[in-house]
């Protein structure tokens, strides 16, 4: 169980450990399961955060990992469209109409890099109730988005390539979506240790 880089460590509260879940689903397209997924940890995440308050921040913003920047896009657009109305239509999340998405990947301008780290340190307000929004909602529907994108301007959605991987240090990550499966296991390895770091 030990190497040159590492060596097995029994999970305590002093060195916790991840846990790592997989998803087979034969017989169905990639695209549909990304949604399903996704959709449901944001509906849980939202869900822990009104029940348990600020001990839920780590699982808020969902980091979803692509091995292609072609893959990236494609989930990008069913962030903004499907994901977005599949949980509308389940009146999760209302804290905004739509998800609040960013990238990290090559082909964005390094200011704007710098930006989406700034914005992936802002946590989540565990004051806000989903549930009196969504009344609120129903009775003022602008007004009540208004109010809600003032108090939670954290991200709810971070697509990144193998960027992700070198000097991205943010704290609060606790949950990741690894889309496809890395060339190799070092890069998984180096992927999915930018979450889950505290």
């Known amino acids: 169980g030990e190497t040159f880089f590492s060596r097995m460590v029994p999970p305590s509260p002093g060195s916790p450990g991840r846990r790592y879940r997989g998803v087979l689903a034969p017989g169905e397209r990639l695209k549909s399961v990304e949604i399903r997924v ?3 940890l944001m509906e849980h995440a939202q869900y822990l955060l009104d029940r348990h308050g600020a001990a839920a921040d780590p699982y ?3 980091v979803d990992y692509f091995t292609s920047t072609r893959e990236l896009a494609g989930m990008r657009r069913l962030t903004d469209d499907d994901i977005a109305d599949r949980l509308a239509s389940q009146q999760v999340r209302t804290r905004r109409r739509r998800p609040s998405i960013s990238e990290l990947t090559s082909r964005m301008p390094s200011s704007r890099i710098a930006a989406t780290l700034a914005e992936l340190e ?7 109730d989903s549930s009196a929004a969504m009344a609120e909602f129903r009775r003022d529907p602008a007004a ?3 109010r809600a994108e003032d108090r939670l301007p954290a991200l709810d959605v971070l697509l990144a390539t193998s960027m992700l991987q070198v000097g991205v240090d943010v704290q609060r990550l606790g949950l990741m979506v690894v889309t496809g499966q890395p060339k190799n296991t070092a ?3 180096q992927a999915s240790s930018r979450v889950g770091r505290s």
């Open 144 to 146: 009540a988005r208004e």
């Open 187 to 189: 890069e998984y390895i």
């Open 122 to 128: 802002r946590r989540f307000d565990p004051a806000f």
């Open 60 to 62: 808020m913003t969902v």
């Open 38 to 40: 996704v959709t449901a």
